[in-house]
């Protein structure tokens, strides 16, 4: 996000934007509104900057008796709606 806002923002404030993303989701004002109005971001980076629901992550933890595993796994969409893991 840091390379894609083309460093107008600081890392805490990227951070700070992942990490209080809504469970819904930003809409691309309330993106805006949070990275904040005094900060110029030039229109062709706004550019790019887009929703969509093309990856999507799942945090799953499994417990066994006294054993526990955590898992993340990141899927990407495409656009036959066929899914792949990534990561």
């Known amino acids: 996000m840091y ?3 083309d460093g ?5 404030a990227v951070n700070k934007l992942i990490s209080e993303r ?6 691309l004002q309330a993106f805006w509104d949070k990275v904040g ?4 971001i030039p229109k062709k980076v706004k ?15 499994a417990e066994i008796n006294q054993t526990r595993v ?3 796994t990141l899927f990407a969409r ?6 792949a893991v990534v990561s």
């Open 22 to 27: 809504p469970d819904s989701g930003y809409t």
């Open 8 to 12: 107008k923002v600081t890392m805490d």
């Open 70 to 72: 955590y898992m993340k």
């Open 37 to 40: 109005p005094t900060i110029k």
């Open 3 to 5: 390379a894609a806002l």
């Open 78 to 83: 495409d656009d036959e709606n066929n899914f």
């Open 47 to 61: 550019a790019r900057i887009a929703i969509s629901s093309r990856y999507f992550q799942l945090d799953a933890k």
